[in-house]
């Protein structure tokens, strides 16, 4: 296999450190591994297999004879960087919102749409943590019985948000079990031993960008442009783990044994389902895991073609890392990875 | 008005604590106040007004003379303490399960219901904690356009558990913090910085109890049994106050500034709804209050007829303790005391 020349584009960050753990696991097949944050991290290090890593700044030079670049950082990073990497002949792996309803940039999850992969252009979204694990569920019974509509509640870990969020929660449980007074700085509110149903911005419909994401990413990566989709997303007081509750109607009535069958053979889910034995996900189970993790399907009592069920995925892992990695291995496998200018590009 | 000799039977509980805090509060009419528990409470006193009262091991005898009694206690108590204060000519507000399917027995929320308490017969009884501020948020709009679905799920305190999750969930938060391991004794997986969607015990149609209540005591209390109601309940890491994401459809379109207008003019409601500055209930703001708040009132964008909302309440006060002193307050407005037999009952 080819070994590539890769970049990583907020290597220091919550998403960047499991990009890293993820890259060494799965012995990803690079030549070289470039380290790239804001100023703010320059002079740090990073181990990567037993190895210290300079981390680099973040300049148009930087990403200059890079293969892949993942970009990890805020949206206004990935908007100028995806572009120069495609510019530069490389092909940006990008985990931010901006570009993903873009119609020119494919949004991937590989289980899913991977032959979306043959037409990029350079640019390639990985969809948000909560899309993924949503999708990776329904595709597979979507396929058998076409879904007409989707109502998920979300449960959301502060990871989703950054390592100050994760932070934040930490230093907010301490000074309440301590009897102390918070002030909030990363949400709005206080997010220990509280739920806040503020994800992302709001947008003028009443839904917040969170939930707009899911309903439009959700259509453009199944290429069901009629879905129906209602969702309402919440930060929980959870660090890593983003946990679903779904109801979905069906075109036709869907029985609960199949849907658990169709799941249970699907790549990437796994179904633990047995109520009997408290066996279903939660997140803090299934933090550091690969897969998405659904229980309690059972028939929805409102409605007869809808089923409700319950998933639980790693947000930084699957739900945003793990993905994009998956994205390169496809590329690599599918032979659409191009060699790259090997001069600097030029900002427009 | 009448000054009553009442009774609380599970007075040390976490909800016994909100039924003393609100007895003083809204200075309940009583000439004489009894406070009862389990053999386990003996010797103890609790606070009120000022006061300490002594707390009494409750028996058959213990509630006679006794013409309201509010029972908070475990559902074994409940079936037989409910039917001994009836059989003694008093009547019994009881906060369990036990009574609450029973055509014989009225389940009431004050502001939605109140006629039911005509056609009592010695045992009334207060809906679940996530039953109430469902009920009390959808029955001023049901009466405008009747409801046909209602898709909902929970965010519910450990309180709603009991003291010992409150405990349970301080303590594994601190060895959390402390990057010790837990041992989980009251919920069956760690509830501290974890999600689990297991409320009360599993039935056969894959939901659980407390999703069946949610929708059977909705219909009751509503008085709509065709209602169609999917719920799924899940424990979060929230001390105090219960959330909940719903999805209505209605019988014709419902705007939302309508509804915004109803439920602000309903009483027991207030609306927060304003998220241009993040105004919307959450729990940590929510907790020691009295009112069902409700916010992101919005059109639902997968059903013309739909609207998604989120509403917060004290699962402790009006999810509980402060619900069963308002009935009381009704049956005393109602005229419907009755002066109980003087001498103690005897069970069957």
Redesign the interface.
Known sequence: MKRLNIGLIGATGAVGAEFLKILEERQFPFASLRLLASERSIGRTLLFNHQKLPVEVTTPQSIAGLEIVFISATTAVSKDYAALVAKAGGIAIDDSSAWRMDPEVPLVVPEVNRADLENQKGIISTPNCTTVPMVMALSPLHKINPIK???V?T?QAVSGTGRAAVEE??SQ??SV?EGKSNVPHIY???IA??????VDV?MD???TREEWKM?EETKKIMHAPEL???A?C?R????V?H?E?L?VEFSNPMD?GEAHRILAGSPGVKVLDD??V?L?P????AAGTDDVFV?????????PN?L?M?LVVDNLRKGAALNAIQIAEELVKMDLVRSPRPTAARGT
Not at 295 to 303: K, M, N, Y
């Open positions: 509509r989707i109502v509640s449960y929660l930490s449980a301490r079990l709005p509110h206080q031993f509280n739920v806040l149903p503020e709001f419909s009443g839904y309903s129906l989709i209602s309402t919440v929980v007081p959870v660090y783990g946990s509750a109801h609960p109520p009997a408290s279903y939660h997140p803090w189970s229980g309690r399907i059972r028939q929805d009592a409102s409605h809808s409700a319950w």
